[in-house]
């Protein structure tokens, strides 16, 4: 059964900094594409950052140069270092998991990021 388990989410003030993790259980990890997505209330999910089986990265516009996305496939995790929160990160994060070969993704459940005084 495919897992994809987030943690650390929680409540910061602006300019803090959070490392979010998901583990991975179930799928072959160095063959995904990992990624982090979040969903602001009342808007739609969105792409924050990627890194490929291979190590390549992709971030979001709104999160270059403050958001790191780095992976261990010896452990099974993914993990998203955030730098200099602002009050619009404010969402839930989502981990997903494409399989280079298939095309399958998997999904966490997500955990909340709440920047605020």
């Known amino acids: 059964q495919v897992r994809l388990v987030e943690s650390g989410g929680g409540l910061v003030q602006p300019g803090g900094s959070l490392r979010l993790s ?3 259980y179930g799928i072959i990890f ?6 982090w997505y ?10 924050v950052a990627t890194i490929s ?24 995790t993914v ?5 200099s ?8 994060y989502y981990c997903n998991a494409r ?10 459940k997500g955990t909340l990021v709440t920047v605020s005084l």
């Open 30 to 35: 160095s063959i995904n594409h990992m990624g």
């Open 79 to 83: 993990s998203l270092q955030m730098n």
């Open 38 to 47: 979040r969903q602001a209330p009342g808007k739609e999910r969105e792409l």
């Open 99 to 108: 399989s280079m070969h298939t095309g399958i993704e998997n999904w966490g």
């Open 53 to 76: 089986s291979g190590g390549s990265t992709v971030y979001a516009d709104s999160v270059k140069d403050r958001f790191t996305v780095s992976r261990d496939n010896a452990r099974d």
């Open 22 to 24: 998901c583990a991975a």
């Open 85 to 92: 929160l602002k009050a619009e990160d404010t969402a839930v």
